[in-house]
């Protein structure tokens, strides 16, 4: 799809995977894991300047690194100037 990025984050890459798959796209290339001291790393592998960007990330199965996973991946697409950023989280505790 021209114009859109859609990321997964660790939380239900199967989700996003399904998701591209019906779009008839794949998943944009992120990096994601931790620094030695636990801390969350996302490098986005791919330019999402004047792109649409959209992140799946479901709250589950451990609800507060999913939350900061996705509030990562939101800033790293601000501050790569995505157009805009759309959350995808079909489970989210904190936000119900």
Known sequence: MRGVQI???TSHPVLADMICERLGTV???ANLGKFANGETRVDIGVSVRNQDVYIVQSGSPKINDSVMELLIMISACRGGSAKSITAVM???AYFV
Do not use: Q, W
């Open 7 to 9: 990321f997964s984050g």
């Open 27 to 29: 998943p944009a290339k």
């Open 90 to 92: 079909p489970y989210g």
